[in-house]
């Protein structure tokens, strides 16, 4: 998108959200839920604007990690 609103286009394939623009203003940061599945697992993804490339920063989490329960089960603090 330009500074004026215009030519405006979606650059993400499967969604995305929280972009930042480079402090160049060649790249957009955004990061993108990769888990297929219950919960979510958001890695960064990097846009670059001149080539239309998109990669992640760091590769997935590995499957290996415990999962984390159900927030339902936790327990709620209040102040």
């Known amino acids: 998108m330009r500074s004026d609103d215009t030519e405006v286009r979606q650059i993400t394939r499967l969604g995305g959200d929280i972009p930042r623009w480079s402090y ?29 490339q998109r990669a992640p920063l760091w590769p997935a989490l590995p499957d290996s990690l415990p999962p984390f329960p159900p927030l339902a089960t936790q327990k709620r603090v209040l102040p």
């Open 24 to 52: 160049d203003g060649q790249q957009i940061l955004y990061r993108r839920d990769v888990h297929k599945g219950e919960g979510a697992r958001y890695v960064p993804f990097v846009y670059d604007v001149a080539t239309g």
